[in-house]
């Protein structure tokens, strides 16, 4: 099965600021087939990107995903306090799916 | 809008069995695959098992096949998971999504999650 490794592991930033948060894979995500996860404390995690690129509906521009092969970025452009939760990437290339363990993003 | 509420969830022995359900709305159950995830405390999201939108495909993590049974109710508009032989291991939050198209997909709405607990 495909590994997803994100990093950091926790990334202690202030509203404003810019996130680059990275997933990289153990071998390479076909098609694309990689996404991104909000998940706060309680609540439905929360699609964000799918496809590596393409935002879902609802989520605001300042949410942006990029990459290809092994390594993918979900940058948050500019930090909101609303922003502040623990993110997942995803692939959905190939079964069975699977994740990475998350990047805590805390203020 | 899309909601999906897991109900059923609870605190049972090693051995012993517990069914879940995710109940949907605001969206035509019957035209989407749904999957279960878990989450076990401090580890990462696990996928579980998926059925299609007929119940005609199922699939399972290895790690709960043989046990575990996905089933859904389209005119009900719900969604089954049915755990037998639970493990100390299998104690988790258990979450519903949809797939937003057949597999290979992602998932664009959850359940807030249920929490399982196996221990003695």
């Known amino acids: 099965e495909i590994v997803l490794t994100q990093s950091p592991g926790t990334l202690s930033l202030s509203p404003g600021e810019r996130a680059t948060l990275s997933c990289r894979a153990s071998?390479?995500?076909?098609?694309?087939?990689l996404a991104w996860y909000q998940h706060k404390p309680g609540q439905a995690p929360r699609l964000l990107i799918y496809?590596?690129?393409t935002r879902a509906t609802g989520i605001p521009d300042r949410f942006s995903g990029s990459g290809s092969g092994t390594d993918f970025t979900l940058t948050i452009s500019r930090l909101e306090p609303e922003d502040f939760a623990v993110f997942y990437c995803?692939?959905?290339?190939?079964?069975?799916?699977?994740f990475g363990r998350g990047t805590k993003l805390e203020i | 809008q899309v909601q999906l509420v897991e109900s059923g969830g609870g605190l049972v022995r090693p051995g012993g069995s517990l069914t879940l359900s995710c109940a949907g709305s605001?969206?035509?159950?019957?035209?989407?695959?749904m999957t279960w995830f878990r989450q076990a405390p401090g580890k990462g999201l696990e996928w579980v098992s998926y059925?299609?939108?007929?119940?005609?495909?199922?699939n399972y993590a290895d790690s709960v096949k043989g046990r575990f049974t996905i089933s859904r109710d389209n005119t009900n508009n719900s969604l089954f998971l049915h755990m037998n032989s639970l493990r100390a291991e299998d104690t988790a939050v258990y979450y519903c999504?949809?797939?937003?198209?057949?597999?290979?997909?992602?998932?664009?709405?959850w359940g807030q999650g249920v929490l399982v607990t196996v221990s003695s």
């Open positions: 496809d590596t690129y």
């Open positions: 999504a949809r797939d937003r198209y057949r597999p290979p997909s992602y998932f664009d709405f």
């Open positions: 995803q692939q959905y290339g190939s079964s069975p799916y699977t």
């Open positions: 071998q390479s995500v076909s098609s694309f087939n």
């Open positions: 059925i299609s939108s007929s119940s005609y495909y199922t």
């Open positions: 605001g969206l035509t159950f019957s035209d989407y695959y």
